[in-house]
């Protein structure tokens, strides 16, 4: 980590510190997990699947549809996990580093509420699906090679707060969604509530790092933007998972996701999960008007 | 070159709008011509053309790397396994 090319990062974290503080809870005692979920109940909302809105859910059977819940839920959760390997590991490398010894207090209470939501995510998908779906393949030698060092420092903060944002969008929805199990509901409860903190925080390093990238060089800001609206595309993908299509008993699981990925239903579905990030790419300089196409 | 190949080809310059053309033998991964956040759906790509599954953990980055080596592992007759 080329830390001498950034600034230190100093961010008024106090309220944040303070509300991690007074509402710190026990993860492993405070759910009451039940021996099996109802069978006919959505694990997921099901507005929230990837065929909502398209004569694709329709044509599908009543089982089908809350397979297709079930084996979602178990997708959005193994994505939470997955990002959340991701994020630890870029955090943990830079926590009580001289760059971000300013912030290092808030990022232990950041580290150890992540480590806690991976554990009820995972618990929930091994208890009721059996099974985490794997991590996508990526590839090391990565995207982001052409950038400063500090923008791809601002790069790993950006998706670390652009996987948290679209994760609460769901989150939020499925909070307040009384037709699903009260263990599934709490989760996302639990998850909205330590988030709106996370969230907080990511915009303000996010924004302390697009400054020192744009008074370093302000013809990289575009680069970053092409950059962002690349990774918004890719997140939204990762939520159309063939094999829990498959799992579903959908046939034609690859074609079936190129078909829902175009579906001008979903395109509004996207806009709206990506509404307020790209609200806020915007509001800082950062948003997808910058890119050349 | 068949379809299949086509529909290969296609995808990598339809993402790299700059790029004239694309050599069998171009390092389609050293040269970002498939970075990272398209790597996912390239792997789709390839599912869907070949009708095989291919296991996100159990990957081998050399088959990818060129048209030639994407041929060699999925497009003829030996690759059928």
Known sequence: MAVREIEPIDLALDRLELMAESGYYNPYTMFDWPEAIEPDKPWMSESLTTLAGTPMWDELTREQQLALTRYEAINFFSLNIHGIRELLSEVVMRIHDRTYAGVSEFLHHFIGEENEHMWFFAQFCLRYGGKLYPAQPSLRADSVEHLSAVARELIVFARILIFEEIVDHYNAHMATDMGLPVIAREINRVHHQDESRHVAFGRMIFVNLLEQVAKRDPDEVPLVAEYLESYLTYSIGTLYNPAAYRDAGIPDALALRRRALEHPARLAAHEQILKRTRKFLSKVGVGRELVKR | ?81
């Open chain 2, 1 to 81: 070159m068949n379809d299949q190949m086509r529909a290969v080809r296609d995808f990598i310059l339809q993402r790299n709008s700059t790029m004239d053309t694309l050599s069998d033998d171009l390092d389609l991964i050293d040269s970002r011509a498939i970075n990272s956040l398209a790597f996912v759906e390239f792997i789709f790509l390839l599912e869907e053309l070949t009708g095989e599954s291919i296991d996100p953990e159990d990957l081998d980055l050399d088959d990818f790397r060129t048209l030639t080596a994407i041929e060699a592992r999925f497009f003829t007759r030996e690759a059928v396994r």
